[in-house]
Each structure stands twice: as C-alpha cells, then as structure tokens.
C-alpha cells in the first residue's frame, strides 16, 4: 500500500526537513509539496492523495482553513505539523491523525505513520465491500440480501479512542472504558468508573462514532455500553434500571426496552 501524501509548509527549510524524515518510509510516496494554504487547496482536490502534513500558521489561509476548503470532497488524512503548542486543542477537533511538534521527533512519527496505514487500511476494506456489493447487485442481486452483518468489514471503523477537551485539557479515553453518556443540549458528558468528561458535540454525531453492538441509546438522552452491564433491575410501568459494573443504575425508558432482549437468554 503507497501513501500518496502532499507536505504542506510556508517554510522551505521545513519541508526539505520532513521530507529528509520521510525517506526511510518505502510506503510513502511525496507526490507534490505547497507553500501556502490556497495552493494546498488546489493540489489536494486535482491529486487527492491519501495524507497531508500540514503546517498550521501560514500567511493567507492557515492549516485549518485548508482542512474546511477540502470537505466538499472526500478529504485526505491530515497530520498538522507546528512550532506552536497551543493549536494542539484545535487539532485534535479537526480530528487530525496527529499533531506534531517541529522539530519531528522521529519515533512520534513513527507512531503517526502506523496509524496512518491502520485508518487507510480500514477505509479501502470498506471501498472494497462497497464495490463487491455494487457489483453483487447486477449480477446476483438475491446473493445481496444474504451478506451477515458480521462480516461487514465496516465494523472496525468506530472509534477506539476519542479525544476530549475539558478543563482547558485533552483527555484520550478508551472507548472500552466508557460505562454510560448523558446528553444536555450540544453536550455529552462522558462517564468512566472514575472520571466524568464533557464534550461538545450532540448525542446523533456521537453514536455514529461508537460501535452499535456495544454502545446502545437506552433512553432518549443516555447512551450505554452493554459490556459494562451487570445486573437488569425491574421497575415500574415497564421500564428497569441497568446496574453497571461501577454501581451506578441507568434508567432504560419503554421506548427501549428491546434493548434488554439481548440480556434474556
């Protein structure tokens, strides 16, 4: 698998510096480097190569005003590239693979070039199923209907991680970790065994980020993960309480009780 990837950087001396870097990667394939933020734009809509290392402050269009000028297209991966510790929270909003000091520390680089391949793997196997099942629905449109969910190789697409900014902080929790998420408004606040995060971003957005057969809405503001679950408690009018490995309760409402289905065998 080549990574073809474009280096973005208003300094000349940087990019020869990255691209010196990058040369020991045989899978990384520089097909074009930029000066600023407006050609960047350009090159990654004509080229659409697979990864972007973007420098953030630039004159004229900054690193993230080249990431919002590339969304009416299917955008790349995008490492940001700085001297400026403080764009990290931002960074990490714009859901970048990674954010890299300069000067590159080669084993961070290291750990950004193998998450690289793990997101472009994932995303191909998922083109991949998508053309099979395209092509399956000319030819064999009953053989279709037939596929099982499990081996829908989307699976391995939701998160694992997920950043959040709280406090004036970055947090990375495990998704595994989560025991259950409340809604208020644009927020989620995001309870572990011991800790409680807030993050900013609605309850419909989030779950498109969690693996449903883990992560199950079971009220119309609370989210829980079903591998934390213990104990189904009974109560009235048909609704029952979950009892998390913690100890904390959730109230599962009648509009999702199918939810506890799975726990009556």
Do not use: W
Not at 40 to 58: G, N, W
């Amino acid at each position: 698998m080549t990574i073809r990837t474009i280096l973005v950087d208003d300094e000349k001396l940087a990019i020869q510096g990255l691209q010196l870097r990058l040369e020991k990667y045989p899978d990384v394939e520089i097909i074009d480097t930029c000066a600023n933020g407006r050609e960047a734009i350009r090159k990654i809509k004509t080229e659409k190569p697979d990864l972007v290392f973007l420098d953030i402050q630039m004159p004229g269009f900054d690193g993230f005003s080249v990431v919002k000028g590339v969304m009416e297209i299917e955008p790349p991966l995008f490492v940001f590239v700085t001297a400026y510790q403080e764009h990290a929270v931002r960074a990490f909003e714009a859901n970048a693979v990674n954010y890299l000091m300069k000067p590159v520390d080669e084993s961070k680089l290291d750990d950004t070039l193998a998450r690289v391949r793990q997101r472009l793997a994932e995303k191909r196997s998922s083109e991949e199923a998508e053309k099979l099942k395209t092509v399956l629905a000319e030819v064999a449109p009953d053989a279709v209907d037939h596929i099982p969910e499990e081996a829908d190789p989307n699976a391995d697409r939701y998160e694992k991680l997920i950043n959040i900014k709280d406090r004036g902080q970055i947090f990375r929790i495990d998704v595994d970790s989560i025991e259950h998420i409340e809604a208020a408004g644009d927020y989620m606040c995001i309870r572990t065994a011991d800790n409680s995060l807030i993050l900013r971003e609605t309850m419909k957005d989030l779950e498109r980020r969690l693996d449903p057969r883990v992560f199950q809405r079971v009220h119309r503001s609370t989210i829980v993960n079903l591998n934390q679950v213990r104990q189904v408690k009974p109560h009235t009018n048909g609704e029952c309480f979950l009892v998390l490995d913690s100890g904390a309760q959730v109230k599962v409402s009648r509009s999702y009780r199918d939810v506890i289905a799975r726990f009556v065998h």
